[in-house]
């Protein structure tokens, strides 16, 4: 059973919790899936969620290559959820680490995230920690990325219909490199409420 360890909520009031625990497990309207361009789903949480969620996931995933082409950072595909206790599946493309202009590259690809569940009408979605499996990406330059993005996301749309967005971790060490995350993160926010 997944197990929320943090939460903040911001003053629109959408919440954002840390969870240790399983992305396929989520009940939420849409998990998102860390994916390559081609959406070929061959290992990791890609393999897990597709796995999971059964062939629905890897047909839609070929028929929107087939018609869109591969996958940016900023639009990610979306299939539905198949056996998943989740509606969709967002399939996003983070940044390979050493490919240059990475920090930049991953908040994007989290905003596309964001936008795409607008565009569905999604009120809650679950993200694992995008990049920093086979992609490299550092972990506690991660979690800065992702907390400051969410931060400035609903900061900017303070009545945005997402009201609940969960990093859904999965080993511990990624559980306590974001723990530590954001308890400095929000720590820093309390103090510059302070100032």
Not at 1 to 15: L, V
Not at 21 to 46: M, P, Y
Not at 138 to 150: C, G, M, N, Q, V
Not at 153 to 178: C, G, K
């Amino acid at each position: 059973m997944n197990n929320t360890r943090k939460s903040h909520y911001y003053p629109g009031g959408q919440i954002l919790e840390l969870v240790n625990g399983d992305i396929t497990q989520e009940k939420v309207d849409a998990i998102i899936n860390a994916a390559n361009s081609h959406l070929s789903h061959g290992g990791g949480v890609a393999a897990a969620i597709a796995r999971n969620g059964g062939q629905v996931i890897y047909d839609e995933s070929r028929e929107w290559v087939k018609k869109h082409g591969p996958v940016s950072h900023a639009e990610p595909a979306y299939t539905g959820g198949g056996n998943l206790p989740s509606r969709y599946v967002i399939h996003a493309v983070g940044p390979v680490w050493g490919d240059g202009d990475e920090d930049e590259k991953l908040r994007i690809t989290v905003l596309g995230v964001l936008k795409r569940a607008e565009e569905l009408e999604l009120n809650s979605i679950a993200l694992p920690a995008i990049s920093t499996g086979i992609y490299g990406f550092p972990l506690e330059r991660a979690a800065h990325i992702f907390l400051d993005t969410f931060q400035q996301y609903f900061s900017e749309h303070p009545a945005s219909r997402i009201n609940t967005v969960r990093m859904v971790l999965y080993d511990r060490n990624s559980q306590e490199v974001f723990q530590k995350a954001f308890d400095r993160w929000e720590l820093s926010l309390n103090n510059n409420r302070e100032k």
